[in-house]
């Protein structure tokens, strides 16, 4: 099956800093990729989509520069939250399909992001 | 606007006995595709069921079975046989093939043994 890993699966860093996390399809391409944020016990919030060689799409109410996206290659996307603050705090996971058409979205182990 | 609704915050179930989670939809597209997807404690999001919408047969999978209801956009789940390993939040999920997925705002599964 399609296997896609995350990187790191927990960091903690400084108020202010940034901090980046890594998505990689391992054994397909992905010309698209989406972030998700989910708070505690709740749902996946969509926060951007990820297109290979082009600007991503945000989300409604999401910032731009305060979560940066790059996908950089067919297989490599990564969100670099900037300027980190505790309200950034949460569980980021990525997911990604393997090709257009084929309906099921596979996903990281998920980004454990604790700002101090 | 393409949504998707869980009404039930939580749930609990014995184990052996068998569950039935709820989940509707709306959209006005004519293709589209619904999921299942568990979440345990590991937090890694894990499929559980597929359905096509152009497909009226409902989809199976081991102890896991749909009811779908295209007319009423209706997707509930029912879980057989209760496993404590069902013990998870389960996300009802909605694409519209290789795009972005919509999830519902979950339920909260407890199996009791």
């Known amino acids: 099956g399609a296997v896609v890993s995350q990187h790191p699966s927990r960091v903690i860093c400084k108020s202010g800093t940034s901090v980046k996390i890594e998505c990689r399809s391992l054994?397909?391409?992905?010309?698209?990729m989406f972030w998700y944020r989910q708070f505690p016990k709740q749902s996946l919030m969509l926060m951007a989509t990820?297109?290979?060689?082009?600007?991503?799409?945000?989300e409604q109410g999401v910032e731009k520069d305060k979560f940066l996206i790059n996908h950089a290659s067919l297989t490599l996307s990564t969100l670099t939250v900037t300027s980190a603050h505790p309200e950034d705090s949460s569980f980021y996971i990525c997911?990604?399909?393997?090709?257009?058409?084929?309906?099921?979205?596979?996903f990281g182990q998920g980004t454990r992001l604790t700002v101090v | 606007a393409q949504t998707v609704t869980q009404s039930q915050p939580e749930m609990s179930v014995q184990e052996a006995e068998t569950v039935t989670l709820s989940c509707t939809y709306d959209?006005?597209?004519?293709?589209?595709?619904l999921f299942w997807y568990k979440q345990p404690p590991s937090r890694q999001m894990i499929l559980v069921i597929r359905?096509?919408?152009?497909?009226?047969q409902n989809a199976t999978e081991n102890r896991f079975s749909v009811n779908f209801q295209k007319a009423a956009k209706s997707f509930s789940l029912k879980i057989s046989d209760s496993q404590l390993g069902d013990t998870a939040m389960y996300f009802c999920?909605?694409?519209?093939?290789?795009?972005?997925?919509?999830f519902g705002a979950g339920t909260r599964l407890f199996v009791k043994a």
């Open positions: 997911s990604a399909t393997p090709r257009r058409g084929h309906t099921e979205a596979f």
């Open positions: 359905q096509e919408a152009y497909k009226q």
């Open positions: 054994d397909f391409q992905a010309t698209t």
């Open positions: 959209t006005s597209e004519s293709n589209y595709y």
């Open positions: 990820s297109n290979e060689g082009s600007k991503a799409t945000y």
């Open positions: 999920a909605f694409n519209t093939g290789g795009f972005k997925t919509i």
